[in-house]
């Protein structure tokens, strides 16, 4: 017999229909106060959690696609040693050849269709840029993006989006420092890529500088990511007389700038982004006597680097790519970058204590204290908090010798403005 027609039939009838609505009422509310069972979570089953990514696996920034390839591997060896809390990782990984509306397609796609429980390390500013406010308007963590823009630490505005790497315009800001201690009369000339990337480094200069920028910056030149080469904005940028020069480009573009400025015969104080350092990648490529003597910093263990074939947390690297990545060029730093994060949200996910609510899931990022990773630098942690979305926050100055980068001056705190 149905509610209903108790309801109907009699006055006890009525009472007993509304103490079972009450009854069921209750019920109701406190299963609403209580920890959702895993079942009852999106991209989280009794056994499973689906973590989604999107990087470029084709396009103008391709040579990050080791990231993910590495992340994807990552989380297979996790799986084979019993996954998280009884639970196995589904990384779902999609191609968005650094394209904003790709981007913003493949994430819908995770997010709608896969039904993942959130994001994690999905690369590039103008990409991840394309689907903040899409994800955080959804409450989807969108975990530790794979650029250093500036904007990634604005918990106020984005409390489901938290960056990673040291901030692009507090790198710039240490450049401008050091040019204006090594040499106080540069006239300096500044290359980026026309996004919040690239942007963020005219912006962290203009933070030092001040009202001096107009008369120390003698020259800017942007590129699009859909150009062909950047000779011609560096042959503009030597034309303006400048005996310094900024290059805040990724891999491809970074490449080609320090060819470029070799085959100009110009000896500018060469100051490069830090996402375009990998001996594998970038250095040689350009050609390695080419871009001896330029400036970058560093927060990670360089894999060509001598000093740290014995280091305990480069070889646990190193054993990891022998058995789940065998032939891969471990010159290129991004395999290393990789894995070191992921050890970051595997932390995470064990904080999480089985709870892998989205809720929970962001908690448990905002609650880093010196957490491992080891790939970064000796002397750096890596810390979070609720007002606090900027997870590494020093760097330490380094010059190409030639055949690696060379360490220099001591760890700088950045302020992760």
């Known amino acids: 017999m149905s509610l209903q027609t108790i309801h109907e039939s009699t006055t006890d009838g009525r009472r007993a229909a509304r103490s ?29 959690i689906k973590i989604g990514n999107t990087d470029a696996y084709s396009g103008p920034a391709s040579a990050y696609g080791v990231i ?61 840029t394309a689907v903040q406010r899409y994800l955080n ?24 989006t938290m960056g990673y790497q040291p901030s692009y315009r507090t790198e710039a800001q240490i450049y401008t420092k050091y040019m204006l201690s090594q040499f106080p009369k540069a006239k300096l000339a500044i290359l980026y890529q026309n ?17 001096k920028y ?22 503009t940028l030597q034309a303006s007389g400048a005996d310094a020069l900024l290059v805040a480009a990724t891999p491809k573009f970074a490449a080609q700038a320090i060819r470029k400025v070799h085959d100009l015969g110009w000896h500018p104080a060469f100051f490069l982004s ?5 001996a594998g990648a970038v250095m040689t490529p350009a050609g390695p006597e080419n871009g001896i003597g330029i400036i970058t910093s560093g927060y990670m263990k360089d894999p060509t680097d001598p000093v740290f074939k014995d280091d305990p947390g480069m070889n646990e690297w190193r054993a990891f790519m022998a058995k789940y990545m065998p032939g891969a060029d471990l010159t290129d730093a991004n395999h290393a970058f990789a894995y070191g994060v992921s050890m970051v949200m595997w932390q995470v996910l064990k904080q999480c204590d089985g709870d892998f609510s989205r809720a929970n899931v ?44 060379e360490r220099f001056g001591d760890v700088i705190e950045g302020s992760g403005s």
Do not use: C
């Open 20 to 48: 079972v609505f009450a009854a069921l009422l209750l019920t109701a509310l406190a299963a609403g106060s209580a920890p959702a069972s895993a079942d009852d979570l999106p991209g989280v089953t009794g056994t499973e």
């Open 68 to 128: 993910a390839k590495t992340e994807t591997a990552f989380f297979r060896m996790v799986n084979d040693q019993g996954g998280v809390a009884g639970h196995r990782i589904d990384f779902i990984s999609y191609d968005d050849a650094y394209s904003p509306p790709k981007t913003v397609e493949q994430t819908r796609r995770l997010v709608e269709e896969d039904q993942v429980a959130f994001m994690f390390q999905s690369l590039g500013t103008p990409t991840q």
């Open 137 to 160: 308007q959804k409450k989807v963590p969108q975990l530790f993006i794979s650029t250093g823009a500036d904007k990634w630490g604005d918990y106020k505005h984005f409390p489901w």
């Open 195 to 211: 996004d919040d990337f690239g942007k963020d480094y005219p912006a962290g200069v203009k933070d030092v500088l001040g009202d």
């Open 214 to 235: 107009g008369t120390t910056v003698v020259r800017e030149v942007s590129y699009e990511t859909s150009d062909a080469t950047v000779d011609s904005q560096l042959t």
């Open 274 to 278: 830090n996402v375009s350092i990998s």
């Open 362 to 405: 962001m908690k448990q990022a905002a609650n880093l204290h010196d957490a491992y990773d080891p790939i970064l630098l000796p002397g750096i942690k890596l810390n979070t908090s609720p007002t606090n979305f900027h997870p590494v926050r020093a760097m330490q100055l380094q010059r190409w010798t030639g055949t690696g980068w």
